[in-house]
């Protein structure tokens, strides 16, 4: 497969973990069977390790319908996608236009071009709902946006092919997974303050007590023997939150991506954590006393291996 023809992420995201995609690479269990991305986006994770041959099998879902309907589309009908996008001027105007426009009017292509061609265009690549759930970013100024990459869009097709896509709640991989499978949670974060607030993929928002359900999930996953690594922000709050003794925490430094001000975009910490060890050597250690699982065993008060 030559460099041309690996997928990568095909739409902007906020909160897209291109840049991090190393240090969780880095601190990936070494085995696993089912890998699950509860809060798909971009899917940056997916395709890294698409590209690096480290998937087996793959559950991707989101609650964001427009978002998992996009990815069916490029899946199911890439080439019917592609020729719908194809007939989209970049044009203010138009750009308005097709924004007005309800979605699930629309054939499941329309949709999907709609999302690549609003996203792609609009304004620092946001995706962002009001109340009433429709999507309300204005048009960005872009001399030339890449929202019609026919290559990527068909190594993406057949990246998707034998990967389950679902509309659900993050907890559906309660129901979902079994021992020995990867969950990589990359939720809304914990905002660093309290005007920054980037949660608003979905018209209800992502609040505190939300995180606290996918923290409970983690412990849950956990009894499972379900691997499980997540992202956040580096705040006194997620520290907090997984606060017990089977999880593992890493601080690891990435670029802040959106920012309406220049100045304000720079190096920021955020916590990997996991509930296995994060060090591949201590992995491997323990793959030898086990032929299968390196989980920490769950208990109320301590770690077993």
Known sequence: MSETLLPKPFLKWAGGKTQLA???LK???????????PFVGSGAIFFRLYRERKIKHAILSDINAELIDTYKAIRDCVDEVIKVLSCFPHD?????????KDPWNMSLA???ARMIYLNKTGYNGLYRVNRQGKFNVPFGKYKSPNYLD?????AVSLALQKVELICASFDIVLRKTKPGDWVYFDPPYIPLSQTANFTSYYSNGFNLQDQEKLRDICIELTKKNVYITLSNSDTPITSNLF?????????????????CNGAKRGKITELIISNYPMQRET??????RNSLYFVHSYTENKICY
């Open 22 to 24: 190393d240090d969780i």
């Open 27 to 37: 601190r990936m269990p070494v085995y696993f069977n089912t890998y699950f991305e």
């Open 92 to 100: 203010k105007n138009f750009y308005y236009e097709i924004r007005s």
């Open 110 to 112: 329309e949709r999907a």
């Open 150 to 154: 026919k290559e990527n869009l068909q």
């Open 243 to 259: 606060s017990y003794p089977f999880f593992s925490k890493d601080i690891v430094y990435s670029n802040r991506a959106i920012n």
């Open 283 to 288: 992995q491997l250690k323990l793959l030898e």
